[in-house]
């Protein structure tokens, strides 16, 4: 297990113990509010923000927060104005890093970011530097109560591309353009996932250890807190023990 997917796991347990959930859904805010901005508020025509929208009842979210968001998106009500950006650098032990960020102040945020990458014994880099390493994925997660063959037999006759088993979930991997057909047969076939979303794959990983493994968490830590950050993306390849001593 390396890059998104170990990460994917690390966040999925630290949600589970984290009582800050002001900060989530101010992300989840801001990522339905540039969907319907760019998008839309029709679900059905904006997988965006159709992805945003169950990423935010996956919390718990209102529904009128989420409504609020998509009016702010579609100009019926005021609101701040958010850019899409993405950065690219490398952590500690060359580990290649993508972040997806939303902002309303990009000389802010990239000087941020640069703060960052350097304090964790990385840097920022060029557009294009890291970029080559990801291949977009459609990524879903089903809980374990649905059986292996029962998911199997369902995704991958839709076109699914792997199927993983996560310690506490299922994990689905299909290409970009199959995502939505995926997703729309489980529901079709009533199997409920947890999470549906596009990510950023690495072909390749870099296996780290020691200082240089704490360096590489904590820069993924701190960036996934940082307000203007919407996703975080890594190659790193953390040995299981030492990840789990890592992040008791």
């Known amino acids: 297990m390396s890059g998104h997917s170990k990460w994917a796991t690390i966040k999925r347990k630290k949600g589970k113990n984290d009582a800050a ?24 025509g ?22 609020r968001a998509i009016k702010k998106g579609t100009g019926e009500l005021p609101g701040e104005s ?51 390493m990801f291949n977009q994925k459609g990524y879903i997660t089903v809980d374990k109560s649905v059986s292996e063959d029962d998911l199997m037999l369902v995704a991958l006759e839709a076109g699914a591309e792997d199927i993983s088993d996560e310690e506490d979930v299922w994990e689905v991997t299909t290409a970009l353009q199959d995502f939505e057909r995926v997703k729309k047969s489980l529901e079709e076939a009533g199997i409920r996932y947890n999470q549906a979303e596009l990510v950023r794959k690495p072909q390749t990983t870099v296996k780290v250890e020691g200082k240089t493994a704490e360096q590489v968490l904590n820069l993924m830590s701190t960036l996934e807190d940082h307000d203007d950050v919407q996703k975080v993306f890594s190659n790193f390849d953390i040995e299981a023990k030492e990840l789990a001593a890592l992040t008791a």
């Open 21 to 44: 959930r002001g900060k989530l859904f101010t992300k989840l805010i801001r990522e339905i509010t540039v969907a319907a901005r760019e998008g839309g508020r029709d679900e059905s």
């Open 46 to 67: 904006n997988p965006r923000l159709r992805s945003a929208i169950l990423a935010a009842k996956a919390e718990n979210m209102p529904a009128a927060n989420m409504e």
């Open 82 to 132: 958010y850019e899409s950006v993405i950065y690219e650098g490398y952590g500690a032990g060359g580990v290649a890093v993508m972040i997806e960020a939303l902002t309303d102040n990009k000389n802010r945020t990239v000087a941020e970011m640069r703060h960052l990458f350097s304090k964790y014994g990385g840097n920022l880099a060029e557009n294009g530097a890291v970029s080559w």
